[in-house]
């Protein structure tokens, strides 16, 4: 499998099967050609090939949607040839009327969406849980990062568990740097929808913004050909790199809900869904407009049961898988945010604390080494025994860089080249800690 892609995809399974025929989409012949009179609208005259592609569906099925809109006089065929793929087609009169009607609807023109048991299966064959998290994967995502002893220990069965992760302690002890290297484990490709339609409606999940895609051209098509003759890879799904989707202090609750806009009428993913086969990272935990209490109890079934409920404009509620690592965030103690209920149902609970000495000095270090500062023992060591000891203000991880990289500053303003002494730091420390 390796051999036909680039070098640098790991895939979780084998492409998805692409459709041959209209009914195996699972789509409704209503539904397709309800989209395909939208794709002809706004792409004006196309030819077979070009509506494929946009459709994302293979030209067999795209031309028997073309012949029907034939048949009932919504399009016809501005140019032939001797290739099926080159001829062009475009809507009448009495198309363009039709496809009018079609978007006050449904504004969506994309990608030919796949049916909801498509994608749970997908999202089964692929799951997150299914990942093995090694310590030499560990080591290796953490090479020369400063942690406390045992950390890494800590660390790896949780996220090789698939479960939920609640970091805390004080401010700047490092949990959302922790966290966001953690993300970087889950090394495998997966296979994202760009829509999913439930009854009709469309759920676009796709997000450029969360969802790293990388294109492989026709590789995929060579592993896709699993018959004689036959399947080839559904360009519905993009290959992706496991999604990691971060929420800090502006989560609302309304971002866990399906979003239907009004202008587009078609529905956007809630944030758990474009997390699906990845990482969801709470920062900040507790920061947020709404009750800690109403946001735990707004996962309880999810990270129970592993799957999510969510509900149509119509009313109309559906089940949809809920297969991430979600990873809690917070410097408030956790029995400050939630019962112990809540807290039980949480996988992995792990205190990201101060440091000791021996490891501020280490990251003083890595930090001048990234900022060109020759070290000078006697300075750091003046930074932790007189700055931070007259001022009573515990070592945390973000310190180093934080003090000396307005160490730097201040030699730039003075026109000097950046030093490290005693007098800098003291003048760092004045204007980034609190006054004495």
């Not at 569906?57 to 028997?64: H, K």
């Not at 026709?218 to 399947?231: A, K, M």
């Not at 410097?331 to 440091?355: Q, S, T, V, W």
């Amino acid at each position: 499998m390796q051999s036909a892609l680039a070098q640098d995809v790991r895939l979780s399974i084998l492409p998805p099967i692409c459709p041959r025929t209209v009914e195996e989409t699972g789509l409704s012949p209503s539904f397709l050609v309800e989209l395909v009179s939208k794709q002809l609208y706004d792409g004006g005259a196309m030819t077979l090939a070009a509506l494929s592609e946009r459709l994302a569906l293979p030209m067999s099925v795209a031309g028997d949607i073309a012949n029907f809109l034939r048949k009932e006089r919504l399009a016809e065929i501005r140019k032939g040839g001797d290739v099926r793929a080159s001829y062009v087609f475009a809507l009448t009169d009495l198309g363009r009327e039709r496809a009018r009607e079609f978007l006050q609807a449904s504004g969506y023109i994309g990608p030919a969406p796949v049916t909801l048991e498509r994608y749970a299966d997908t999202c089964r064959k692929q799951s997150v849980r299914k990942m093995a998290v090694t310590a030499e994967k560990m080591a290796k995502r953490f090479e020369g990062i400063v942690l406390p002893p045992g950390m890494l220990d800590r660390l790896g069965p949780a996220m090789n568990s698939g479960r939920s992760l609640f970091l805390y302690g004080p401010p700047g002890s490092g949990k959302t740097f922790i966290a966001e290297r953690l993300s970087g484990i889950l090394d495998e490709h997966i296979f994202i929808p760009y829509a999913v339609s439930v009854e009709g409606h469309v759920i676009r999940i796709f997000d450029p913004v969360n969802h790293r895609s990388f294109d492989v051209g026709g590789s995929l098509d060579s592993v896709g050909e699993l018959l004689e003759g036959g399947p080839r890879y559904d360009r519905r799904f993009a290959l992706c790199e496991r999604p990691v989707v971060i929420a800090g202090g502006e989560l609302t609750l309304g971002m866990l809900d399906l979003n239907y806009d009004p202008l587009a009428r078609y529905y956007e993913a809630p944030l758990q869904l474009k997390a699906n086969g990845g990482i969801f990272l709470i920062d900040d935990l507790g920061r947020q407009m709404v009750r800690p209490f109403d946001l735990f109890n707004r996962w309880i079934i999810p990270l129970e049961k592993g799957c999510d409920y969510l509900t149509l404009q119509t009313g109309k509620k559906f089940e949809i898988p809920f297969d991430q690592i979600v990873i809690f965030s917070t410097n408030i103690e956790p029995r400050d945010l939630a019962d112990e209920a809540f807290l039980r149902r949480l996988g992995y609970k792990i205190r990201i604390g101060y440091i000791s000495p021996s490891e501020y000095v280490s990251i003083c270090r890595q930090v001048c080494r990234q900022l060109g500062l020759e070290f000078r023992p006697e300075a750091i060591r003046h930074l932790i025994e007189k700055e931070h000891a007259a001022r009573k203000i515990p070592l945390a991880a973000c310190h180093p860089k934080d003090v000396l990289s307005r160490v730097v500053e201040i030699c730039r303003y003075r026109g000097i080249h950046p030093r490290l002494d005693e007098d800098l730091v003291a003048q760092a420390c004045r204007d980034y800690f609190m006054e004495i």
